[in-house]
């Protein structure tokens, strides 16, 4: 589809792996880790946007719970808690690397798009506006 300039969406990014193997990796083996990683993604593309969504940590354990999945059920709040923090500041580094490419953020403690269609309208809206001004800049 990237040959063929189509979009791809994904809720997946290889980056996301980088963010776990640095938080569960002893120190040499992120080392390794983090030299195959970049051979490995140095000619990959970038994306042309990037969605993210974030929450406290009460909203997501909240989620995890009504979500009902066991393997989920016992993850500590303090790794989330981690995690959380080590997404934001994967996020803070990319919009400084990558200035070119949008970041649109969806406050998960104030929209909730598995309950409420309208919040689901409005990311969907501002993606798609998104999308306008991507081809409106592409062609300029």
Known sequence: YL????S???DYHISKNMIFAKRT???????KYEQIYHIL????PVPNMLIYLHASL????????????E?????????LAQLIQDYEDYMNKFEVLH????????????????????NLDKI???????????????KQ
């Open 3 to 6: 040959n063929k300039n189509k």
């Open 8 to 10: 791809v969406i994904a």
């Open 25 to 31: 990796l002893q120190p040499d083996k992120f080392d």
């Open 41 to 44: 993604t140095k000619d990959m």
């Open 58 to 69: 009460d909203t997501i354990l909240k989620r995890i719970h009504l979500r009902g999945r």
């Open 71 to 79: 393997i989920e059920q016992n993850i500590k709040p303090s790794y």
């Open 99 to 118: 200035p070119d490419i949008p970041v649109i953020q969806i406050d998960g403690d104030k929209m909730d798009f598995v309950k409420h269609q309208k």
């Open 124 to 138: 969907i809206e501002r993606v798609e506006q998104q999308m306008c001004n991507h081809k409106t800049e592409s």
